[in-house]
């Protein structure tokens, strides 16, 4: 068992939405469904929770109801291999209403916060010389969606 868990809250779409995130990663599954029962004031064919695994990563979707807003305080940060793990998620996180946020950040169709993130990034905004991590950091400031070949370009100083 997993010692610390997310948990994720819904009105009424934990189960959706469990199902959706299984489907973008590889290594997920949904482990366990407990549904409501009369004495919750709730329809007994909805999940009130869903235990599932991204990426062997253990969480929970509850259906709490009632208004609940995200923030970007707390996000699901994904490190991605490659840019084409980045284009994946981002365009599939985004599908059906969600909302692109800056420096790779987005909510999802839920209100959900997300990073998309490229791993190698973490190596073009951290490294020793200062003034390429300034220019990939300023490329990096003005994008959406992180694109690595950009900050590559800014970080050695190219430009068109």
């Not at 949904?30 to 009130?48: F, M, S």
């Not at 909510?107 to 991590?133: C, F, H, M, S």
Request: charged fraction near 25%.
């Amino acid at each position: 068992m997993q010692k610390i868990v997310t948990n994720l809250w819904y009105d009424t779409q934990a189960e959706e939405a469990a199902e959706f995130y299984c489907s973008l990663f590889a290594d997920s599954k949904i482990t366990h469904v407990q549904y409501h029962t009369e004495a919750t004031n709730r329809p007994t064919d909805l999940a009130i929770t869903v235990d599932f695994e991204l990426n062997g990563q253990q969480f929970t979707a509850i259906n709490g109801g009632g208004d609940y807003n995200y923030t970007h305080a707390m996000s699901l940060l994904v490190n991605c291999e490659s840019q084409d793990e980045v284009d994946r998620l981002w365009e599939a996180l985004l599908a059906d209403g969600g909302k692109e946020i800056e420096c790779g950040w987005l909510n999802d169709k839920y209100g959900v916060p997300w990073q998309i993130w490229p791993a190698e990034a973490t190596e073009l905004v951290t490294g020793d010389d200062r003034e390429a991590v300034n220019r990939a950091m300023q490329a990096m400031l003005g994008m959406r969606k992180i694109v690595l070949q950009q900050m590559r370009d800014a970080y050695h100083g190219k430009t068109d």
